[in-house]
């Protein structure tokens, strides 16, 4: 809003309500259902519904949870979080229990026959990015911290590089005992690596993933009722745009799009699809819905208590 306007964070609001947080949260759920359904399909891999049945019921019960109590939904958070610690711990244990006997076969030569090119890096870098983010959410309940100033920083500085020591050594263990191949082509990685390495006590290795993505679930709805800008998200991205009028000399031996898909323009076009309905109801502030939600919006927030009495509007 400050730096670039109404518009522009008018349709981060849209996009963000619509698609990004629905489908994160859509992509941890059905993942919660991977895991929660494959050691009892040891033969085969578990059905789409059931898979899709589990993910709603984690929905649901998310939804349950964040509804009651904030404080409740803080104490799940901890719990899973420690939950998912304990089995990054576990992995990457046996992982350098396995290295240390030998098995490095898959860690040579790792990058054989690859080509190199600043678009492959890229794109590799693109693939990885989703699996890394979260490193912004605590932005989003800054006013629930605690001595905000103190604790976000201090929360971000261990946070992030924990994230990625616990990512690298974890990816390294499984190298240990699955090929490049085996990784890829597994519907559900730790369920295997535990099959092969834990076994007959894979299904904790279960336990503690349905474990980590529910509580990932739960820090995506946790932090879904703030409203923020990715600010460093749409300046990154925006510069590369501006550079191209402002910076006109510079050699430009990377392209911004690498194996260009029409599903981007389908993206792009739901984006600013959001100026629909920001110029009637936002821009010219067209008021035939006063009159509607507004009884509406001071029920829920009676209703929910997201607002002292003396706020309600």
């Excluded at 619509?18 to 489908?23: D, E, N, V």
């Excluded at 895991?35 to 033969?43: I, V």
């Excluded at 690859?114 to 890394?132: D, R």
């Excluded at 369920?191 to 529910?214: A, E, I, K, N, Q």
Aim: proline share 6%; net charge neutral.
């Amino acid at each position: 809003m400050e730096s670039f306007g109404p518009i522009l964070a008018y349709l981060y609001s849209w996009t963000s309500i619509l698609i990004l947080k629905p489908s994160s949260l859509a992509i941890i759920a059905l993942s919660c259902g991977e895991y929660a359904s494959t050691p009892f399909y040891p033969a085969c891999t578990p059905p789409v519904i059931v898979k899709k049945c589990l993910a709603v019921a984690a929905i649901l019960l998310l939804t349950i949870l964040n509804c009651l109590s904030v404080k409740l939904s803080s104490y799940v958070q901890n719990f899973f979080t420690a939950a998912k610690l304990l089995i990054f711990v576990i992995i990457v244990i046996s992982g350098i229990v396995l290295l240390a006997k030998g098995n490095t076969e898959n860690l040579r030569n790792a990058f054989e026959g690859e080509t190199v090119s600043f678009g492959a890096i890229g794109l590799a870098f693109y693939n990885g990015l989703w699996a890394y983010d979260g490193w912004n959410q605590l932005n989003f309940i800054t006013e629930e911290l605690k001595d905000p100033y103190r604790n976000l920083p201090l929360a971000i500085i261990i946070g992030i590089p924990l994230v990625s020591v616990c990512y690298v050594l974890v990816n390294i263990a499984y190298f240990s005992v699955m090929t490049p191949t085996e990784l890829l082509q597994s519907p559900a990685v730790a369920v295997t690596f535990g099959d092969r390495v834990l076994h007959p006590l894979s299904w904790v290795v279960s336990l503690f993933v349905v474990f980590s993505t529910f509580g990932a679930a739960n820090g995506n709805f946790f932090t879904a009722g703030s409203f923020a800008q990715w600010a460093f998200y749409g300046l990154t991205a925006l510069s590369l745009i501006v550079m191209r009028f402002t910076k006109k000399e510079f050699y430009r031996p990377v392209r911004i799009v690498d194996k260009p898909e029409l599903e981007y323009l389908y993206c792009t076009g739901f984006i600013f699809s959001g100026l629909i309905f920001y110029f009637p109801f936002v821009y010219y502030k067209f008021s035939w819905t006063h009159g509607i939600m507004t009884p509406v919006t001071m029920y829920l927030q009676l209703l929910m208590e997201v607002v002292p009495p003396d706020r309600i509007d």
